[in-house]
């Protein structure tokens, strides 16, 4: 019994190493692989720019960061814009909302209807609208007796 002969292999080749895009959609104009991404690593910043729209975008970068990087940061600050505009107009929204309620509020209480006001809530007479408003009703009830039974109006306190 004898060893095994080595088989004589070739030497395998260096492996070919799969290059990162550099290219990608663009989020403004959806145009496929308008957007090109340029890293100067001495200066630390990433520049995108696209082609068909024009939009570009910079941000810093380290010895780390690729051409992806630099593209999730500009996706990243372009949701981060979306949504601080969707909050200013919910809050416009929510603003406009709240100046109907209130001159809803302003005319039920014209007619005297007490609707919409919490208990314990001031309605400018420096009392609470559950007993402000009882007190109004009864001085109104008051002068009508007077009227009606030819009375003299009682004074107010």
């Known amino acids: 019994m004898g060893k095994r002969k080595k088989s004589s292999r070739k030497p395998a080749g260096a492996k070919?190493?799969?290059?990162?895009?550099?290219?990608?959609p663009c989020l403004f104009c959806h145009h496929e692989k308008s957007v090109s991404?340029?890293?100067?690593?001495?200066?630390?910043?990433?520049?995108?720019?696209?082609?068909v729209c024009t939009k570009s975008y910079q941000c810093q970068i380290n010895y780390l960061s690729i051409a992806i990087d630099v593209y999730s940061d500009w996706v990243d600050a372009c949701h981060?814009?979306?949504?601080?505009?969707?909050?200013?107009?919910?809050?416009?929204?929510?603003?406009?909302?709240?100046?109907?309620?209130?001159?809803r509020g302003a005319v039920s209480r014209r007619r005297g209807s007490v609707r919409g006001e919490e208990e314990g809530e001031e309605d400018g007479d420096g009392e609470a609208d559950g007993m402000g408003m009882e007190r109004e009703r009864e001085r109104e009830r008051e002068r009508e007796r007077a009227v009606l039974y030819d009375e003299?109006?009682?004074d107010d306190e």
């Open 16 to 24: 070919k190493r799969e290059t990162l895009n550099s290219v990608f």
């Open 37 to 51: 991404v340029k890293l100067d690593k001495k200066a630390g910043m990433g520049h995108l720019a696209c082609k």
């Open 152 to 154: 003299d109006e009682p």
């Open 80 to 103: 981060k814009v979306n949504m601080e505009a969707k909050e200013r107009a919910a809050a416009e929204q929510r603003e406009q909302l709240g100046l109907v309620a209130r001159a």
